[in-house]
């Protein structure tokens, strides 16, 4: 991020949390970790070891907000 796409962004540090959208059951289910700076990871909470993908933080803001709004179109 911050211009160069292909640095990798260290989430050593990352703390996870669930979707409040999530049932706790095991269901499908997002991980975030908004904890870091400049950067947004986002796992798949049934495959953690797998690599997240990392939005600018600026990016997944505009995105929740959109997604709040109800204005996503598929």
Do not use: H
């Amino acid at each position: 991020m911050g211009g160069n796409a292909t640095q990798p962004v260290d989430l050593s540090a990352a703390t996870w949390r669930g979707s409040t959208y999530s049932n706790g059951s095991g269901g499908q289910c997002l991980q975030i970790a908004d904890d870091l700076p400049a950067v947004v990871p986002v796992r798949d909470s049934k495959d953690p070891g797998r690599a997240p993908l990392v939005f600018e933080s600026a990016a997944w803001s505009s995105f929740v907000t959109t997604v709040k709004r109800g204005n996503l179109s598929v």
